[in-house]
């Protein structure tokens, strides 16, 4: 009992430090098909008690249950076989640029590990011209938009396959055609302008949905209540994504207000929210499946808190040992999305552990072909090979002449 | 050919271009059933309906980033900063997001957006209604930054402004909204119907952007000025009978070299007047352009007239204000030289 | 992609190009040169070189007719008859002796030789696209010695009986009947050439005189000497097309009427324009000066590291002028301080008779200012002329009247292109009347009328 | 086979070095391309570094525990086909594609062209750095007439050819003109007459102590320049009655004598007992610069305003020579043909109003100088010669000093040699 009459102030620890034992009970969890499917034109107050709540399907033998997995419905195996690849791809080129990076040739990469469900999944449910807004870490979208790879290692290694031309930092790539918008370093800027987008979706008439993409971290910025504010207000077709991957670098989501689940937030605004467990592939694109059908026909935006765990570090120049257990990410209740997907195809008999050894070379093979390709067009090693003349270009549409003779000055 | 103040003159720009061209949409505090604090989307909402023209929560970080949003969708919006005191929560969606839309994508994204916002001194706003944050903006790279000092300007300038593919602050001397004001405050009001500048022609029409404007041929001196401070110089020149000749900026960024440079090669002085305060404000940054391309034609040190550097007082509005008298002393110093 | 990097590269081997490239390798530096056809440019291979060589064997013929009638000399000899076809086979083989001497002085000069055509990616980068494939070049320094071209008519393409002078050099016989359109010194070179072999020539000039760049004194024995030869002159007098038949040319001329001129062959030299298109000149917003590339007086352009010599920085456009800018600029890239500061450029018209101008004539004299006085001297009083049967023409002196300081020195007359070195290097070392009138002038040559014209201008002539 | 090096790459964004914690490999064993090698440690985190080619490891950059330099050699493998070693690969963070400076800057070997002359009067000659050149340097436009030898030779060596007097026809400078102005700092001076040699030194004194309060107690008094005006009357009649028979008796190509030509001879004198006078005050320096070289500025009206042509060198030049170039200054001012440099330089200067002088005045010091001499107009005035009034041809002077450098003392010293040695035109020819 702490001495009554007198504030102190608290700031909040994570469960387990290094050396202690990891634990994960403060995170409120439900078992596999214990939620509801609520109609998608749901009243937003009706979807508060999602908030303390986790949508699952598939339980703990790889099996799929409960009203999400009906409203879900039964998936073709292959699209599964697909999603899995896709994840599979996305785990490898992560490890392939990390690897890179301690040989030179790249300079910064953040890698997804653990969270690929979570986009693999959701890009399936997406339409053509419908837009991700991304960060650095939802590189799965583009892997499983079906993105020639070797132009997004032209960007990590500053040669001419790169798209940008060397002008963003990797791996902030763009991809309009891929519904992929261009990555902003800044932290949740894009949250509120692909609500912007959703907005001018549904002036202009059309039906095209936003998908807004955010970490647990960064959800404490303006820009995150900014774009919650508009969404409520004006109703557009967006579905805000709010990744709670436990860590935002070195700190735990009680540091960023996570000790209230974070799709509690949309209450305040009436705005509908659900929580979904993030490395259940099947929840995955049943939530995705029913919140942009919610969008898409009009009944709102919608805010959704897939629940993970970043099992990678930060970033290449991150060492998670530091401040967190060796063993948290091991630890992590709900698994590793690649091995449950697994599990349940092979539990409804439609892959084998032969099979994915087999798809695991394959797609290892694919990935260090297009590598080997990029790099014979030069890597950062070298200083990077991209134009010295992008500096000035497309600055403005049209060069004003106060660049045209800096560019003459300098001679490139 | 109609007679307009400043005010019915940005209306009738935005009127026009959302009549023309279904892609523009207006929104911003108080702009929509309202009309805006100072009138300038009066009736756009109820001519052109609900969704093209709303108002906005108070929250100048999400109307910026929404409106770039719409902009990469392929709308163009133009939307207000209720006063240029209030552009600062947006300016990281401005210099960080907008500023570099195209560059940082390679051209796959790009942004069409009008950012308007009532600037500048001479009402009595004190520090929060008087500002001139034309520089905050003339540093970054991807923008372009314009300020109109007439009704026939507005018009013309906000007209190409919407059409350009660039993003663009459109900086509107609030002093100048009603009528010319050249610092002689003790003066009556000459509203802009009474000025030849008043009159603005109906429908369609551009002033383009990146283009200086010789407003008064000289000899002896040029004055470089922008909004307000082009009727302050005016009237600078006609008190001390010094043949000055006054160039009205309009666009701070791009900036049109060639007119600057050709104005002070022939009259080898050169006298800055801007309302923002003087450290590195735009008059900077012209003294540095003209030192580089005429140091050799110069006669005399340029000088700079700029608000002083403190935040702008609220009673001592005319000791702080740039007026002509203080232009006119400016004048005769650099003529001495 | 094969990349590499230099620290010069020159693009085009002409006069310009190849001078400049081989000063740059004796200098040590890593060059490159991109040549898009044959080294040694438009000079060597279809400009000065092998015109020369035609308006030769042209003279040669026209004498041997001369001979072939009653003449002074006594001296007869049968009607000679001419197989243009080894005439030209005589040219090429000049053409490739000197051309392959060009390769082994860039050889020799450790110079590496790229046949290929070059554009800029940007100021460092250069895209060579070569038989083999594109190469990529990193120079530190790049000169841009692309030549020039002539000028087409839109309304009369070269082509079919149209041609340009390059085809003119290869025409393996002589057309019966040519008209020349452009009353320039290339039209006039090749036209009085054509006009001894044989063909029937016209010449078709739309200003009020040939040769406008020199004064009618100077042009009036050349014309004089193209009437004797048959050819017949129509100024004021504009090309308009082809006629419907294709078979002559419809010309308006000064009164507005119009004619059609029957013509086997038409040669349209209306002048030439640099050369600076298809290198990517205007993405990279380098200066332009009215088609031609703006240099400074070290041949820099807008952009830094990047140079520009010869016919594409426009006029004067002479071999001459590009060797030296060349020669200057491979200097400048290896770090001497050097400047453009020469006093003249000689200009030399091989009509005949030739006519040279160096620095400024009487007119342009007194237009920039100066009190002149000038000494005229004609060939009919030289005893070497007379001995050769070639009495016309004249050397004109100009200097400054206060104090005799020479400001330009003109002539025209048969073999007088000889005399215009000497006339540069007066100019050049600040000659007073007095310095040529000083030296002894052997005799009997040509050359003694120099001597005579600077006695005339200093009121003592000898000889007349 | 090849060596190929793998360099410690920067794994740390920016960090300079990373400590060496654990080695994966030693000499002798096959590593493949990809295999880890090492592992090392930043402030941030522990790395561990994969091969980046398959080879035979024949070194390792350091021991455990040691720091690596980011780009340093971390190890050294024998590999199939050429390795890098050879090609003296650089470190991945050295080599950026930025293109080389251009060789700008001409050879150092070349001495500086000497500064134009700056706007300002003075010269913008540094403090001890030879002054512009004496010989009036021929009109701006004329491209000074030598050969291409000479004028390459000149350009190399830093000489502004327009500077050089050519002693060839024609005024074309020879070689030997020009070794004349390498080896003399400030170029012969070629109109002076044998014996009349022209000093080229300038002597520095720091104003500093005393002098130092002065000037800043003048200065706060007074805007720049504290003026101090000293009046005198001067008999002028024997230099006139002089004036007037060598005029007289001058030969034709002799110039025509004003008072001017004797009045500078005079200062010229004077100015060797008063050299303070003769000085340029660069106050925000705090230095001031006496110049043995007299460059006399004449303050002349013109149609277009005041101008004030320079006569170089005046303690060079006799009483004819002075006479000729005051008459070809004047021309060329009253034109508009004199040149910037011809307008510039002066070191003191005379103002006269001539007929128009006036009884006295106080004239405006020509900023940075320190002196100015005023001549008012000549008089026919009755003056007591000690018995009785005798009519005289008298001249009043006023003339400015800059207080902060000249003391009262030393204007009037002057001012009364001046008058000294216009009083008795023979000594201006006996001390010249």
């Keep these: 009992m702490t001495q009554p009459g007198r504030p102190r102030l608290r700031v909040p620890e994570p469960p387990a430090r290094p050396g202690q034992s990891p634990r994960f009970d403060h995170i409120p969890m439900s078992p596999a098909g214990a939620v509801g499917c609520p109609p998608i034109d749901v009243d937003p107050a009706d979807t508060k008690p999602f908030a303390y709540q986790l949508i699952r399907i598939l339980d703990d033998a790889g099996k799929a249950v409960g009203p999400w997995a009906d409203y879900l419905g039964n998936v073709d195996a292959d699209v599964l076989r697909r999603g899995l690849r896709d994840m599979m791809k996305t785990r490898f080129l992560d490890k392939r640029m990390l690897l890179a990076h301690r040989q030179g040739k790249t300079t910064n990469y953040a890698a997804s590990t653990g969270e690929e469900a979570i986009t693999c999944g959701f890009q399936r449910m997406l339409s053509p011209g419908d837009m991700n807004f991304p960060t650095y870490r939802q590189q799965g979208l583009l892997v499983a938009s079906g993105y020639p790879l070797e132009k997004f290692m032209g960007l990590q290694f500053g040669n001419d396959l790169d798209p940008v031309e060397g002008k963003n930092l990797p791996p902030m790539i763009s991809a309009r055609d891929y519904g992929y918008f261009t990555i902003s370093g800044n932290l949740a800027t894009q949250y509120v302008q692909s609500v912007g987008w959703a907005m001018a979706s549904a002036i202009s008439g059309d039906d095209k949905v936003a998908a807004g993409w955010i970490g647990d971290g960064a959800a404490a910025e303006g820009d995150f209540h900014s774009a919650l504010l508009y969404a409520s207000v004006y109703r557009p077709p967006a579905v805000l994504n709010l990744i709670n991957n436990q860590w935002a670098i070195s700190s735990f989501v009680g540091i960023a207000g996570g000790h209230v689940p974070l799709a509690c937030r949309a209450h305040g605004y009436g705005l509908a929210s659900i929580r979904v467990d993030g490395n259940d592939f099947l929840a995955v694109m049943a939530a995705a499946k029913w919140a942009i059908a919610r969008a898409r026909q009009g009944h709102g935006a919608i805010l959704i808190e897939w629940v993970t765990y970043r099992a990678a570090a930060h970033s290449t120049s991150d060492d998670p040992t530091v401040y967190r257990p060796k063993e948290e990410a091991a630890a992590w209740p709900l698994g590793d999305p690649i091995e449950r997907l697994k599990q349940h195809l092979v539990a409804i008999g439609e892959w084998s552990d032969e099979r994915h050894a087999q798809a695991q070379g394959e797609v290892e093979e694919e990935i260090l072909g297009l590598q080997k390709l990029a790099e014979s067009h030069g890597t950062m090693i070298g200083g990077g090979s991209a134009p010295l003349s992008a500096i000035f270009e497309k600055v403005y549409k049209d060069m004003p002449e106060h660049i045209r003779r800096q560019r003459q000055k300098a001679g490139i | 050919m109609a007679r307009m103040t400043m005010i019915e003159a940005i209306r009738d720009a935005m009127d026009v271009k959302m009549t023309q061209d279904k892609r523009v949409v207006v929104f911003g505090e108080d702009v929509g059933y309202f009309g805006g604090v100072f009138r300038c989307t009066q009736g756009l909402q109820a001519k052109h309906g609900k969704e093209r023209c709303f108002d906005a929560p108070i929250n100048e970080g999400g109307i910026v980033g929404a409106a770039i949003g719409m902009a990469t969708y392929g709308l163009r919006p133009c939307v207000e900063i209720q006063f240029a005191d209030y552009v600062f929560p947006a300016y990281d969606q401005i210099t960080q997001e907008a500023a570099r839309m195209r560059f940082r994508s390679n051209g796959d994204f790009t942004c069409p957006l009008v950012i308007r916002m009532p600037t500048g001194g001479g009402i009595f706003g004190g520090q929060c209604h008087s500002q001139s944050p034309e520089a905050c903006f003339t540093h970054v790279a991807g923008l372009k930054v314009v300020i109109p000092s007439n009704p026939y300007d507005a018009k013309g300038l906000l007209i190409s402004a919407i059409e350009d593919d660039d993003p663009v602050i459109f900086l509107e001397p609030k002093r100048l909204y009603n009528g010319p004001f050249d610092g002689h405050h003790e003066r009556k009001i000459v509203p802009w119907s009474q000025h030849e500048f008043g009159e603005v022609p109906e429908g369609h029409y551009n002033v383009p952007l990146g283009k200086a404007v010789v407003r008064r041929p000289g000899a002896d001196v040029t004055v470089l000025a922008y909004g307000t401070m082009v009727h302050v110089a005016l009237a600078a020149a006609q008190e001390t009978g010094i043949d000055a000749e006054v160039i009205d900026i309009r666009t701070l960024l791009p900036l049109d070299l060639e007119t600057i440079e050709a104005s002070v090669a022939k009259t080898g002085r050169c006298v800055i007047v801007h309302e923002a305060t003087q450290t590195s404000g735009f008059g900077a940054e012209l003294m540095a352009v003209v030192q580089e391309a005429c140091f050799y034609h110069l006669e005399a040190p340029m000088i700079r007239v700029a608000g002083y550097d403190a935040p702008y007082p609220y009673a001592q509005e005319w000791a702080y204000f740039p007026g002509p008298d203080r232009v006119g002393r400016a004048l005769r110093e650099v003529m001495e030289g | 992609m094969n990349q590499r990097s230099c620290k010069a590269l020159v693009i085009g081997a002409g006069p310009g190009g190849y001078v400049a490239a081989i000063r740059a390798g004796q200098l040590g530096l890593d060059t490159i040169v991109v040549e898009a056809e044959r080294p040694g440019g438009t000079c060597l291979n279809i400009g000065c070189i092998p015109s020369k060589a035609l308006i030769h064997a042209a003279e040669e013929f026209e004498s041997a007719k001369h001979r072939a009638e009653t003449n002074a000399l006594g001296i007869s000899a049968s009607a000679p008859t001419i197989d243009l076809a080894r005439t030209i086979a005589w040219k090429d083989g000049i053409v490739q002796r000197l051309t392959g001497g060009v390769s082994g002085l860039l050889r020799k000069a450790k110079v590496t030789t790229i046949h290929g055509t070059a554009k800029f990616r940007d100021g460092r980068t250069v895209e060579v696209t070569t038989a083999e494939g594109v190469e990529i070049i990193k120079p530190e320094h790049t000169i841009i010695a692309t030549g020039s071209a002539a000028v087409e008519l839109p309304f009369l393409p070269f082509g079919g009986k149209v041609m340009s002078s390059t085809e003119a050099l290869a025409l393996t016989e002589v057309p019966k009947s040519l008209v020349v359109v452009g009353g320039g010194y290339i039209g006039l070179e090749l036209g009085t050439a054509f006009a001894k072999f044989g063909a029937q020539v016209t010449i078709v000039e739309a200003a009020g005189k040939i040769l406008p760049q020199y004064d ?249 | 086979m090849g060596e190929f090096r793998i360099r410690m790459p920067d794994v740390g964004e920016g960090i300079a070095e990373a400590e060496l914690v654990e080695w994966h490999v030693a000499p002798g064993d096959m590593v493949r391309e990809d295999q880890i090698i090492a592992a090392v440690m930043t402030d941030k985190a522990t790395v561990e570094i994969p091969s980046t080619r398959t080879g035979k490891v024949v070194a390792l950059g350091g021991e455990v525990g040691k720091a690596i330099a980011i780009g340093s050699e971390l190890i050294r493998l024998e590999v199939e086909g050429e390795g890098n070693i050879g090609a003296e690969e650089p470190p991945p963070a050295a080599r950026a594609e930025a293109p080389k400076p251009v060789p700008e800057a001409p050879k150092p070997a070349a001495a500086p062209a000497p500064a134009p002359v700056s706007h300002v009067a003075a010269p913008a000659a540094p403090a001890v750095a030879a002054i512009a050149s004496p010989i009036a340097p021929r009109a701006e436009g004329e491209k000074p007439i030598a050969s291409p030898a000479v004028r390459d030779r000149a350009r190399k060596a830093g000489i502004d050819l327009r500077r050089v007097a050519g002693s060839g026809p024609a005024g074309r400078i020879t070689h030997d003109d020009l070794d ?167 070191t003191i200067t005379i103002t006269s109003l001539g007929p128009l002088g006036g009884l006295a005045h106080t004239p405006i010091i020509n900023h940075p100088e320190v002196a100015i001499f005023g001549v008012n107009k000549m008089q026919m005035r009755p003056m007591w010669d000690g018995e009785k009034f005798v009519p005289r041809m008298m001249m009043n002077t006023s003339s400015s000093f800059d207080h902060r450098i000249v003391d009262g003392w030393n204007a009037a010293t002057f001012v009364q040699r001046v008058k000294a040695l216009l009083e008795e035109p023979a000594m201006i020819f006996m001390e010249a």
């Design chain 3, 216 to 464: 009618s004194e100077l042009t009036r024995p050349v014309a004089a000497r193209l009437a004797h030869l048959g050819v017949e002159v129509m100024t004021g007098t504009k090309a308009k097309g082809l006629s419907p038949d294709g078979a002559g040319l419809v010309v308006t001329q000064a009164d507005g009427t119009e004619l059609t001129l029957p013509a086997d062959k038409i040669l349209v030299t209306v002048g030439r324009r640099p050369r600076a298109d298809g290198l990517g000149l205007e993405a990279m917003g380098v200066t332009m000066e009215r088609g031609a590339i703006r240099i400074d007086e070290r041949c820099r352009t807008s952009m830094r590291g990047l140079y520009a010599i010869g016919d594409v920085t426009g006029e004067p456009m002479l071999a001459h002028r590009a060797m030296a800018q060349g020669e200057m600029v491979a200097d400048i890239i290896a770090g001497e301080n050097r400047v453009w500061d020469k006093i003249a450029i000689p200009a030399v018209c091989f009509t005949d008779p030739e006519i040279v101008s160096v620095g400024l004539s009487p007119d342009e004299a007194k237009a920039a200012g100066h009190d002149v006085v000038f000494g005229h001297f004609p060939f009919q009083a030289n005893g070497r002329a007379m001995s050769v049967e070639r009495e016309d023409g004249f050397v004109r002196i100009v200097a400054r009247k206060s104090d005799h300081l020479v400001l330009g020195v003109q002539a025209v007359g048969a073999g007088v292109s000889e005399l215009s070195s000497g006339f540069a290097l007066a100019l050049e070392m600040g000659a007073r009347l007095e310095d040529i009138a000083g030296t002894i002038h052997t005799h009997p040559t040509r050359g003694e009328v120099v001597q005579e014209a600077a006695l005339k201008a200093l009121g003592r002539a000898l000889h007349i």
């Design chain 4, 180 to 346: 004349r102005a390498l080896s003399a700092p400030d170029g012969g001076v070629s109109s002076a007459r044998p014996g009349l040699r022209a000093a080229a030194t300038v002597k520095e004194i720091k104003v500093v102590g005393l002098r130092r309060k002065i000037a800043e107690k003048m200065a706060i008094s007074r805007s720049r320049i504290p003026h101090i005006t000293y009046m005198e009357e001067i008999d002028v009649t024997d230099v006139e009655r002089l004036r007037a028979k060598l005029n007289a008796g001058k030969r034709e190509d002799q110039p025509k004598l004003t008072f001017l030509p004797f009045l500078v001879r005079a200062m010229v004198i004077a100015i060797r007992d008063e050299p303070v006078v003769n000085a340029l005050y660069d106050d925000a320096a705090g230095v001031v610069r006496q110049y043995g070289g007299v460059h006399v500025g004449i303050a002349a009206q013109t149609p277009t305003g005041l101008v004030v042509p320079v006569v170089k060198h005046a303690e060079a030049r006799d009483l004819w020579g002075c006479a000729a170039e005051i008459n070809r200054l004047a021309a060329a001012a009253k034109s508009g043909a004199a040149t910037r440099e011809e307008l510039t330089g002066s």
